[in-house]
């Protein structure tokens, strides 16, 4: 099973400043790798997939990179509804996994 | 607009069985593969299934193997998840989630999520 580390557990930043969240494979996915965001009381919401393509309705402030083992999403200017928790998720094998989420709160 | 809408969590003591389904519409749902998640405060989300756009395939996460059966019906738009000798463990919100299509397992549009509690 291939297990994902996200870091920092929890990110303490300002409205308008950049975020930048770390997704660690235990081993290559290529670059079979999903950022969800979910708040409060409502199910996951797809923001990109397959490591950089953003998902249907996603403002361009989001963007993902990496492969292989790192991966980054960035938040380029945080907006207030930003807040919230956010996933990486793989699907290079089976099973599919989730990382353990970083929440960005607000400093 | 894509509109998926789980039923039939509930409470139910450990050993029992529940059926949770999918009711999903605003797509062509014969043409997309399907999965279950489950989500705890302890453990955060879990996957736990995905089958195939035929049925064809299933899979399954092992702390649920031989215990859950996923199955799906294009008769009835509907997205089934058969679960059997639940613990104490399984108690979850359980979200239903389509794919992006007939391969791609990242859920773009997921349910309100059913919550199952297992209980002594």
């Known amino acids: 099973e291939i297990v994902l580390t996200q870091s920092p557990a929890t990110l303490s930043l300002s409205p308008g400043e950049r975020a930048t969240l770390s997704c660690r494979a235990s081993?290559?996915?290529?670059?079979?790798l999903a950022w969800f965001q979910q708040k409060p009381g409502q199910a996951p919401r797809l923001l990109i997939y397959?490591?950089?393509n953003r998902a249907t309705g996603i403002p361009a402030r989001f963007s993902g990179s990496g492969s292989g083992t790192d991966f980054t999403l960035t938040i380029s200017s945080l907006e207030p509804e930003d807040f919230a928790v956010y996933y990486c998720?793989?699907?290079?094998?089976?099973?599919?996994?989730f990382g353990g989420g970083t929440k960005v709160e607000i400093k | 607009e894509v509109q998926l809408l789980e039923s039939g969590g509930g409470l139910v003591q450990p050993g029992g069985s529940l059926r949770l389904s999918c009711a999903a519409s605003?797509?062509?749902?014969?043409?997309?593969?399907l999965t279950w998640v489950r989500q705890t405060p302890q453990r955060g989300l879990e996957w736990v299934s995905g089958?195939?756009?035929?049925?064809?395939?299933?899979y399954y996460a092992d702390s649920v193997k031989g215990r859950f059966t996923i199955s799906r019906d294009s008769s009835k738009n509907t997205l089934y998840l058969q679960m059997n000798s639940l613990t104490a463990e399984d108690t979850a919100i359980y979200y239903c989630?389509?794919?992006?299509?007939?391969?791609?397992?990242?859920?773009?549009?997921w349910g309100q999520g059913a919550l199952v509690t297992v209980f002594s």
């Open positions: 605003g797509f062509t749902f014969s043409s997309y593969v």
């Open positions: 989630a389509k794919g992006r299509d007939d391969s791609n397992w990242f859920g773009d549009s």
């Open positions: 081993q290559s996915v290529s670059r079979s």
């Open positions: 397959d490591a950089s």
């Open positions: 998720q793989h699907r290079h094998n089976w099973p599919l996994t």
């Open positions: 089958i195939t756009v035929g049925g064809a395939g299933t």
